[in-house]
């Protein structure tokens, strides 16, 4: 057996078949036991919790826009992999678009690359995109190691990534049946939408209906049926649609859905007249609805909780003008997830198991990691993270290391702090450091992130 170099220990570590006190036994960047309590080896280094402290596996998130090369202005690989890191998630996808070229050929795959190269603090993984005429690419490109392809179907909001048709669809999904490539899909159909032109954030919420949801997440099962391509269904808001999510998943439609934190924290009513930070597509909508979200997570119609981090300079939300129909929509929320979804779903009475399945190993599955991450368990990669579930902070923007600041979260009451996260064994997030300490141990570790390759690859 090989040498244990590091012990990860606590009372309570949610492993892959416990949650009690256990010592996580680390080689190199692997996890190669997980072990009572009191086992610990000598001459190894011991990190040992605080007695009230959890130990859970890092975190992945399968929804990240880091809009880089192209918008680096927005977001790019730094400063996002660095408010992962802070967030305590070991893993990201990336999205292909908003970045230019979008990641919808396989040179603008290969351009990602190379930008993302040595500028990664956590492991990264990237989605690739189906557009009108792709078809020929997608095979390269899921070779060459995307972990799937997303698609619209409405205006995505930049135009080098066009929305699909079902007819465009009837070309596109047989093809990712062939390669047996996952499509997930941005699920709001055009037909329902109405115009609207103020700032009130009830007349947003009505020109995004929820029936636009339904209609296409109506047409996804039915193709998904058709053509036996495996769909996940993005940012799932509206609750009308689980009734048929859930009836679709029992008839053996390979369909699945996540939801973002959110939709499960703020509700449509408290939203102030002009507050642009909250405007995302599909909306954030009516507490019943999320009342009905939270009831979809505990009976698995949804099966993952991830960030849709969709960052955008601060001018692009208008909110001197509080014009919801023409700010940016998308909301920044990569380093808060656990948090803002521990403290709701503790305020619900949900379990550490439910919390981790939710935001670790549901969405490593979702992109075939389930054997590497995503759990505490021999043969993964040590990615752990160590936080304290009780203590509560104030959101602060100059706490969020992502590039631009607004946030609807500002000055919300979270629980949950993350204290520590290792990435394959080492630490690359220390919240007791001070400033100046953590920002030199911080680029000692930029570009330890690795790339994930899809399992249609044939790299690493
Ligand atoms: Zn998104």
């Known amino acids: 057996m090989s040498d ?5 220990r606590g009372q309570t570590v949610v492993s892959a078949d ?3 006190p256990a010592s996580i036994h680390v080689c190199g960047e692997k996890i190669v036991a997980v072990r009572p309590f009191e086992d610990v080896l ?8 605080a007695s009230d402290a959890i130990v859970m596996p890092g975190l992945v998130d399968t929804h990240v826009h880091i809009n880089s090369p192209g918008r680096t202005e927005w977001e790019g690989f730094q400063t996002a992999t660095r408010a992962a890191a802070a967030g305590g998630v070991t893993t990201l996808i990336d999205m292909p678009l908003n970045s230019i070229p979008p990641t919808t050929t396989l040179a603008g795959f290969k351009t990602k690359l190379d930008t993302a190269k040595d500028d990664c603090f956590v492991d ?9 005429g792709n078809t020929s690419e997608l095979a390269r490109m899921f070779a060459a190691g995307v972990v799937g392809f997303k698609c619209f179907l409405v205006p995505s909001g930049v135009d080098e990534f066009p929305h699909v048709t079902e007819d465009d669809l009837r070309i596109a999904m047989p093809e990712l049946s ?6 997930i899909v941005h699920a709001e159909l055009p037909g329902p939408m109405k115009a609207a032109d103020n700032t009130d954030y009830e007349a947003f919420l009505r020109s995004r209906p929820r029936a636009a949801e339904d209609e296409a997440i109506e047409l996804m099962i039915r193709l998904s049926r058709e053509f036996g391509t495996r769909v996940h269904i993005v940012h799932l808001s509206s609750s009308d649609a689980l009734p048929m999510l859930r009836e679709a998943q029992a008839a053996g439609v390979k369909i699945t859905a996540e939801t ?7 509700a449509s009513e408290t939203i102030p007249e002009g507050a642009t930070e909250f405007k995302c597509c599909p909306p954030i909508r009516e507490s019943e609805n999320r009342e009905k979200l939270w009831q979809g997570l505990a009976d698995g119609t949804i099966d993952m909780v991830v960030s849709d981090h969709s960052p955008c300079p601060a001018d692009m939300k208008l909110r001197e003008t509080g014009d919801f129909m023409a700010a940016w929509g998308g909301i920044a929320s990569l380093q808060l997830r656990l948090p803002v979804t521990w403290t709701e779903a503790r305020r619900r009475g949900f379990s550490l198991r439910e919390l981790t399945n939710w935001l670790c190993t549901n969405p490593a599955r979702q992109v075939s990691l389930e054997t590497r991450k995503g759990t505490i368990a021999a043969g993964c990669d040590a990615d ?9 902070f104030s959101v602060e923007a100059d706490r969020l290391y992502h590039r631009h600041k607004l946030t609807p979260y500002q000055g919300e009451i979270l629980n949950g702090v993350v204290e520590k996260t290792f990435l394959r064994g080492k630490k690359i997030y220390d919240e007791s450091h001070k400033e100046a300490q953590e920002a030199q141990k911080a680029q000692e570790q930029l570009g330890k992130g690795e790339f994930i390759y899809g399992g249609g690859s044939s790299q690493p």
């Open 4 to 8: 244990v170099d590091l012990i990860i």
């Open 18 to 20: 416990a949650i009690g």
């Open 42 to 49: 000598e001459n190894c280094e011991i990190v040992e919790a």
């Open 124 to 132: 990264v993984g990237f989605w690739g995109g189906v557009v009108p």
């Open 178 to 183: 062939r390669i047996d490539a996952m499509l």
């Open 260 to 266: 973002c934190p959110h939709y499960l924290h703020f």
């Open 384 to 392: 752990i993270i160590i936080w304290d579930a009780t203590r509560s």
